[in-house]
């Protein structure tokens, strides 16, 4: 059983910043590619940073310049810090990773439960 749990979400008003983490916990022989989803009321959800294994990096235009996702690999946790917070960046944020699972060394993906970011203007 493999569980991402995040925190680090709230409440802040627009310029404001947060720092997401989301913790990876349980049979994990590697985690590969990780990233931070987000979605909007009446929105689908969309894609706001990933990271490699490797430690590459990649953006949604939106977030670029104020968004950086980073990770600790021996805490099997995951960041995402948030710079100059705009009100459009309310969303639920979900961390997203491909993980190897120890007991078959099968690869599948794991979602964490949502943690809300609310920017208020």
């Known amino acids: 059983q493999v569980q991402l749990v995040e925190s680090g979400g709230g409440l802040v008003q627009a310029g404001g910043s947060l720092r997401l983490s989301c913790a990876a916990s349980?049979?994990?022989?590697?985690?590969?590619?990780k990233a931070w989803y987000r979605q909007a009321p009446g929105k689908q959800r969309e894609l706001v940073a990933v990271i490699t294994s490797g430690g590459s990096t990649n953006y949604a235009d939106s977030v670029k310049g104020r968004f950086t996702i980073s990770r600790d690999n021996a805490k099997k946790t995951v960041y995402l810090q948030m710079n100059s917070l705009k009100p459009e960046d309310t969303a639920v944020y979900y961390c997203?990773?491909?993980?190897?699972?120890?007991?078959?060394?099968?690869?599948?993906?794991?979602w964490g439960q949502g943690t809300q970011v609310t920017v208020s203007s």
């Open positions: 997203h990773a491909d993980v190897e699972v120890a007991t078959n060394s099968r690869e599948y993906d794991y």
């Open positions: 349980g049979s994990i022989s590697s985690i590969n590619a």
